[in-house]
Every structure is written in structure tokens, then in C-alpha cells.
């Protein structure tokens, strides 16, 4: 659930959602059946269309940072990170010609969401570009993002040092693309043959809501020794950024674990909207596999369905999706063909069934499907840097 907007006073994820189903209790189990490096791999070079720029500056003495940007012919994406023991936060985008084309105060207080790059949420900046099709396709020459280094009391820090990383893509077919995501047992979790068995069920309805749009799911399993409450991406976490350095930093990564600190209601959180695939604190994504099981613990076909669409969902955030209207009703995305609504019964008539509604729609029994993307929900997603 998300409630910063308008505020500059509250730290945290922009991006968690959760849902309203299940209590908890039952444990993560000891079976014996070892789930990791399966998959279907690496995806056959995928990676070669990212090119990759990375060094460490500083902000100048008001607390701003320069990043340039260069588009050749045929880039069609492009992501900035910036990493910082300060706040770093987008200030504005210029185009070739010096043409300003994004600037905070458009949208910092607005009831629209763009990025969440405006925001002073963590230590990580990142912001993927085009996000619509009205923003591009991207002109050729050096683009600048100005970024400023934001201080804990909301303040510009000057002299704070960032360490900067640029990546493009050549990669313009919006129809079509191949999203590789690790998906990463924590500690324990994969020797649970049920979950295993659940998780690869879950993967199948996955593949079909994404396959629907064009989103080829190329998908491994690995194991780790992450802390199966998963209490360590809240804030981000040195945890997360060492998972995530042992892959090759384009590809999704996605943390399955028991709970979230033992909330039974938490479904799953992204690590930012859009979310960065260059190794960092919050190169993540995460579910909790027992808050899908629910109270006995064990997985019905329905709750399989929805943890499969938990991961679409959650990976879109990480991709830049926002809900199309958030679960108070008065926030919407920027996309234009996801449709307006301001009420909960209209919210969810009209957009209950979209994979990035902001909660799943239950009867005592079973949830609704979710799985629909709107064409420009299509293309933010396609457009994202790990979108190959
Ligand atoms: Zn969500």
C-alpha cells in the first residue's frame, strides 16, 4: 500500500501491496526435494542488446549531479541509477536539444503516478525512460538527468557521493520480449517440496498472463540463504544487493519467501517502481508463499492462480507499472486506455480484473482472475531496460 504522495516526511517503499485474505500459522517444512537451478536458463544472449556505463561522482555543493545519457541510433530505453548514502531523487530530465522533459513539481503532487524517481524513498534512484508511448521514442544525442541529493531531513546534501550507472537498450519491439527472472528460495524454502511444487504451478499461470502480452517468462531457480521472514527488504539491504551481484544485472530477481515478519496478510513487494536491475539495495522482487497458502498451510489450485499472479504483479511494479487507481481511490496512473474510476465498486467493476489492480477481489472461497493489461500498461512493461 502506498500513502507517501504529497508527503516528504515518510521513509520508506513506495511500493508494497497486500491483500486482505488469510491468517497464519504452520511452518515452512523440511522436505527433501531440491528445487534449485532448474528452469529453462539463460535465454540465449539476450543480454547482449544492454550496454553499460558505471563510476562514482558527487553532487555538487547544492546538491546536484549531472548524469548524461547517450542515445545512439536504434536505443530505445534507457535506465539511470544512482546509488548514495544521501536520498537521491530525479529533479528533471532534459532531451538532446536542452528541452526539459520531465521536472519533479509536475509530478510530486500530483494524483498521477509517472516514476517514482521524483520520490525520496531510499537510496537508490532509478529511473527508466520512455515510460509511455507518448514519451517517445527517444531522440538520439545526450540526454541529462539531473539528479539531487536529498538529505534525512528532506533537504538538498551537497558534496554527497553517488555512484552512477547508465544502461541502454537497443531493444524498440514493443510486441515481443524475453524477461529473464531469478527466482531465488530463501533460506530453506526450496527444500519444501510443496512449495516447490506450488511455486512452479504459480510460474505457469505467470507465463500466461505475461505470454498474453508478449512478455516471454524465461525463468531459473536458484537457492540461497536469505532469511525466510524476509524482514530485509523493508528498507533494502546489503543481502539483497549481494543476491542480486552474483547474477549478470539484467534480469529480474525474485525472492521467495515464508512471510513478510510474519504478516500473513502481505502478499508481495517490489523493490521500486520502476525497480533497478543493476545490483543494489533494492534489486528485488519478493512474495511470501504463506500468505497465498493461508491459514492450513497447504496450496489449493486456486491459491497457486494467485500467488502466479502475485509474481506478474510484482515484477510489474518493478518494471514501472503502478496500480490504475490505488486502493484509496484517488490516485491513479498515467496511462490513458486504463480506465477511470473513483469509487470502490466502480474501481472494481471496471478495473478488477487488471493483473495491477492494487488487491485481489476474494469471496470466502477464491479470488477473481486477474491477469488483464491494457495496451499501454503493454508497452511501459515492454519498455522497461530488462524487457530484451
Ligand atoms: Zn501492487
Redesign the pocket.
Known amino acids: 500500500m502506498r500513502s507517501l504522495y504529497g508527503s516528504i516526511l515518510a521513509l520508506g517503499l513506495l511500493?508494497?501491496?497486500d491483500g486482505a485474505l488469510g491468517d497464519v500459522f504452520g511452518d515452512g517444512g523440511d522436505d527433501d526435494d531440491d528445487g534449485d537451478d532448474g528452469g529453462t536458463g539463460d535465454g540465449g544472449g539476450g543480454g547482449s542488446m544492454l550496454s553499460r556505463d558505471n563510476y562514482g561522482d558527487s553532487s555538487d555543493r547544492d546538491g546536484y549531479v549531472e548524469v548524461p545519457v547517450e542515445v545512439g541510433a536504434g536505443t530505445s530505453a534507457f535506465l539511470v541509477t544512482v546509488e548514495s548514502g544521501s536520498y537521491p531523487t530525479l529533479e528533471a530530465l532534459y532531451g538532446p536539444d536542452g528541452d526539459e522533459v520531465l521536472y519533479w513539481e509536475d509530478w510530486y503532487d500530483s494524483d498521477e503516478s509517472l516514476t517514482s524517481a521524483f520520490f525520496w524513498d531510499g537510496k537508490v534512484m532509478a529511473l527508466n525512460w520512455p515510460v509511455r508511448e507518448q514519451d517517445g521514442p527517444l531522440q538520439q544525442g545526450t540526454w541529462t538527468a539531473l539528479v539531487s541529493t536529498i538529505d534525512n531531513q528532506g533537504y538538498y546534501e551537497g558534496n554527497a557521493d553517488v555512484e552512477v550507472t547508465t544502461l541502454t537498450k537497443a531493444d524498440g519491439a514493443l510486441d515481443r520480449a524475453d524477461v529473464r527472472v531469478r527466482i531465488v528460495w530463501a533460506d530453506g524454502v526450496g527444500q519444501d517440496s510443496a512449495v516447490v511444487a506450488a511455486m512452479e504451478g504459480a510460474v505457469e499461470r505467470w507465463r500466461e498472463v505475461w505470454g498474453a502480452y508478449g512478455l516471454n517468462l524465461v525463468e531459473s531457480y536458484h537457492e540461497s540463504t536469505l532469511d525466510a521472514e524476509l524482514g530485509f527488504v523493508w528498507n533494502g539491504s546489503a543481502d539483497v544487493e549481494a543476491n542480486a551481484e552474483q547474477f549478470d544485472g539484467q534480469e529480474l530477481i525474485l525472492i521467495v519467501g515464508e512471510t513478510y515478519d510474519g504478516d500473513g496478510t502481505l502478499y508481495?513487494l517490489?523493490g521500486g517502481i520502476p525497480g533497478s536491475i543493476e545490483p543494489n539495495r533494492y534489486t528485488y522482487v519478493s512474495l511470501s508463499w504463506l500468505a497465498h497458502a493461508g491459514g492450513n498451510g497447504t496450496f489449493n489450485d486456486d491459491e497457486i492462480r494467485l500467488m502466479g499472479e502475485t509474481a506478474a504483479?510484482?515484477c510489474?511494479?518493478f518494471m514501472g507499472l503502478f496500480?490504475p487507481v490505488e486502493s484509496s481511490y484517488n490516485y491513479w496512473d498515467a496511462l490513458g486506455d486504463t480506465e477511470q474510476c473513483s469509487t470502490w465498486s466502480s474501481c472494481e467493476t471496471k478495473l478488477g480484473d487488471n493483473l495491477?489492480f492494487?488487491?485481489p477481489i476474494c469471496s470466502y472461497t477464491s479470488c477473481e482472475p486477474q491477469g488483464e493489461l491494457t495496451g499501454d500498461q503493454q508497452g511501459v512493461a515492454q519498455r522497461y531496460i530488462g524487457s530484451l
Open positions: 511500493t508494497a501491496c508481495g517490489a504483479h510484482e510489474g511494479h496500480h495491477m492494487p488487491y
